[in-house]
């Protein structure tokens, strides 16, 4: 896959699959565009540093990194 359209088909595929959780996303949580930005390396050194730490923490998020990971040209 090679537009960004189909990395939002596959992120929300991905959202549509994974179990509902009661408390929902988290403030923290990253929507596809910042990930775009932190995976293209458009993010202060901060800005990279919280999206990492909130990855090691979350596993919705992670997921919709994975799956963002495997429609990166």
Do not use: K
Request: glycine share 4%; net charge negative.
């Amino acid at each position: 896959m090679s537009s960004q359209s189909d990395h939002d088909r596959a992120l929300e595929r991905l959202l549509r699959t994974m179990p509902d959780d009661p408390a929902g996303p988290t403030p923290a949580c990253i929507d596809a565009e910042r990930l775009a930005a932190w995976s293209e390396g458009g993010l202060t050194p901060v800005e990279r540093n919280a999206i990492d730490a909130h990855l090691a923490s979350c596993a919705r998020c992670l997921a919709m990194l994975a799956v963002f990971s495997e429609t990166d040209d």
